[in-house]
Structure formats: structure tokens, C-alpha cells
């Protein structure tokens, strides 16, 4: 069974940071596509940064927001994705979601919450100005 499970949100200040981490059971990372969507209310879900591996083969995804200031960053040995996300806006203020598809995709797919059949239960981001 496949096992996405969410920690790390919280409230934090305009320009701090948050780690945000995402234990996945059931499958093995190495060889998915796994990342970071977030959803604010009365918005549709977005992808914020998204890894795919296949064999050597590495694609990493960023929105143009997250760019610069979150890293996303897969730790094999716990089987685990980790999003750090650093100079934090109140725009940033969402349920982020880690999903998870049991293939790798491509850069044209990468980003697409549709194409995640595996979601996590959201940790909630508040971010105060």
C-alpha cells in the first residue's frame, strides 16, 4: 500500500523558513516522480517543485515562485522528500500536499497534479506579514 505522510508545515513570519518532509512507504522514490503541490483556498492545486528519477536520469521542476528560494531534495536512504523553503511570502500560505506517481515523468508532465494518483494528507504553510 502506498503511503504518502506529511510533516513540517506550521506558521511562521514573512521571510522565515520551513522544512517540509514527506516519509513515502509502498513504493521506492528512486524510480517515481514525487514532489510538492500546494492549494490555497478558492484556487486550484498547483505544483511548486517536483523531482522525477529514472535510472541516472534526474528531473527537477521548480514554479517560477519557488524559484530561488525553495530546494527540493530526496533523501534514498528514509525513502523520503524534503521541500526547504526559505524567504517565506504570505503569498506561500497554503495546504501543501506531497504526491507521488509510481512512474517517472517527463518535464512536460512533471508539474501536472493530475498525473500524481498518490497524495499525502496536507500539512498547512501560514505565512504572516
Known amino acids: 500500500e502506498v503511503q504518502l505522510v506529511e510533516s513540517g508545515g506550521g506558521l511562521v513570519r514573512a521571510g522565515g523558513s520551513l522544512r517540509l518532509s514527506c516519509a513515502a512507504s509502498g513504493f521506492t522514490v528512486d524510480g517515481s516522480a514525487i514532489g510538492w503541490f500546494r492549494q490555497a483556498p478558492g484556487k486550484e492545486r498547483e505544483g511548486v517543485a517536483c523531482?522525477?528519477?529514472?535510472?541516472?536520469?534526474?528531473?527537477?521542476y521548480y514554479a517560477d515562485s519557488a524559484k530561488g528560494r525553495f530546494t527540493i531534495f530526496i533523501d534514498n536512504a528514509k525513502n523520503s522528500v524534503h521541500l526547504q523553503m526559505n524567504s517565506l511570502k504570505p503569498e506561500d500560505t497554503a495546504v501543501y500536499f506531497c504526491g507521488a506517481s509510481l512512474w517517472p515523468l517527463d518535464r512536460s508532465a512533471i508539474a501536472q497534479p493530475n498525473r500524481y494518483d498518490n497524495w499525502g494528507q496536507g500539512t498547512q504553510v501560514t505565512v504572516s506579514s
Open positions: 523531482v522525477s528519477i529514472y535510472n541516472d536520469d534526474r528531473t527537477t
